[in-house]
T-cell receptor
Framework: NAGVTQTPKFRILKIGQSMTLQCAQDMNHNYMYWYRQDPGMGLKLIYYSVGAGITDKGEVPNGYNVSRSTTEDFPLRLELAAPSQTSVYFC???????????FGNGTRLTVT | AQKVTQAQTEISVVEKEDVTLDCVYETRDTTYYLFWYKQPPSGELVFLIRRNSFDEQNEISGRYSWNFQKSTSSFNFTITASQVVDSAVYFCALSYLSGTYKYIFGTGTRLKVLA
């Protein structure tokens, strides 16, 4: 039982490049989330999903896109990377909106 | 607006001291859930406790205890006899229903326990 798996662990992008952060969970959770963590700023919700085919914006969605074609996978797409997107990205999942979150180990992204 | 405030950015204590981490939340909803998570230096996020808005009972788990008071919209976390291994960033979080459930975090409190 792997839990929540994020890939890659580290990535350096040049300004204007694009990439997809992968997230997969094997707990059959309905809810999945993407957060970014900036130093001293806590965790900010980027996008979330309550089930396959359903996604919604969080607090800081600009510059990102998501899709949820299966229950297991919730990739985060960065288009036209900017230095402001340098951050640590966490994917999480939960059985329901009231349940504790299970987090992946994070992806450290640097945009230069 | 829904909000979680952790006013203490960083706290330093000497080992074996007790320490309380504050969490104040704002929500218009009558049904909501509060959580604490720990982020040790290794970076992973670990769930510690959940409370729903109808359960104001305090909880104790070993050296950890939580005090939930709806009257002051607070959900504070106390570590008794702190240890170096407690050094981490601690996040308070709120889950509330707005169409679907949304989950927001405070900015975290960095706890340093000195030997």
């Amino acid at each position: 039982n792997a839990g929540v798996t994020q890939t890659p662990k580290f990535r350096i992008l040049k300004i204007g490049q694009s990439m997809t952060l992968q997230c997969a969970q094997d707990m059959n959770h309905n809810y999945m989330y993407w957060y970014r963590q900036d130093p001293g700023m806590g965790l900010k919700l980027i996008y979330y999903s309550v089930g396959a085919g359903i996604t919604d914006k969080g607090e800081v969605p600009n510059g990102y896109n998501v899709s949820r074609s299966t229950t297991e996978d919730f990739p985060l797409r960065l288009e036209l990377a900017a230095p402001s997107q340098t951050s640590v990205y966490f994917c999480a999942s939960s059985y329901s909106g009231e349940s504790p979150l299970h987090f992946g180990n994070g992806t450290r992204l640097t945009v230069t | 607006a829904q909000k979680v405030t952790q006013a203490q950015t960083e706290i330093s204590v000497v080992e074996k001291e007790d320490v309380t981490l504050d969490c104040v939340y704002e929500t218009r909803d009558t049904t909501y859930y509060l959580f604490w998570y720990k982020q040790p230096p290794s970076g992973e996020l670990v769930f510690l406790i959940r409370r729903n808005s109808f359960d104001e009972q305090n909880e104790i788990s070993g050296r950890y205890s939580w005090n939930f008071q709806k009257s002051t919209s607070s959900f504070n976390f106390t570590i008794t006899a702190s240890q170096v291994v407690d050094s981490a960033v601690y996040f308070c979080a709120l889950s509330y229903l707005s169409g679907t459930y949304k989950y927001i975090f405070g900015t975290g409190t960095r706890l340093k326990v000195l030997a």
